[in-house]
């Protein structure tokens, strides 16, 4: 569980600055 929480934890960081810009995707297709 820790190793999959710091492992989690660092691709958060990183995936934020690429989430930001999918979100409009993710909402387009989570809400059709």
Do not use: E, H, N, W
Request: charged share 20%; hydrophobic share 40%.
């Amino acid at each position: 569980l820790r190793q999959s929480s710091s492992a989690g934890a660092r691709i958060d960081l990183s995936s934020v600055r690429f989430q930001c810009d999918m979100t409009k995707i993710t909402v387009d297709y989570v809400i059709p």
